[in-house]
Nanobody, 121 residues
């Protein structure tokens, strides 16, 4: 089984920055791709960014100027750097990771448990 643990969230003032981490553990050969989403109560989960281990990236237009996604396969982790935080960024942030457990085998998708980010003065 694969476990994902998110960290780096919390309370931050408007204009501040955060770096969210998503650490993967368990049977992992490599991380194929990482995605980040967020959800506000009563709303649908919103796609933010995705990155493949090959370096391809995709960002939601609303955040591409402030968010940066990265993968560190050596650390088995994904990251989301968020700059110039705004109150409307307040949400629960989720990582989504596609991992390959064995060479040449199909990848499998896992979700983190979510981490709260609150932007307020």
């Amino acid at each position: 089984q694969v476990q994902l643990v998110e960290s780096g969230g919390g309370l931050v003032q408007p204009g501040g920055s955060l770096r969210l981490s998503c650490a993967a553990s368990g049977k992992i050969y490599n991380i194929v791709a990482v995605g980040w989403y967020r959800q506000v109560p009563g709303q649908q989960r919103e796609f933010l960014a995705a990155r493949t281990s090959g370096g391809g990236t995709n960002y939601a237009g609303s955040v591409m100027d402030r968010f940066t996604i990265n993968i560190d396969n050596a650390e088995k982790a994904g990251y989301l750097q968020i700059n110039d935080l705004r109150p409307e960024d307040t949400a629960v942030y989720f990582c989504n990771v596609n991992v390959r457990k064995y060479p040449g085998r199909p990848s499998q998708e896992y979700w983190g448990q979510g981490i709260q980010v609150t932007v307020s003065s």
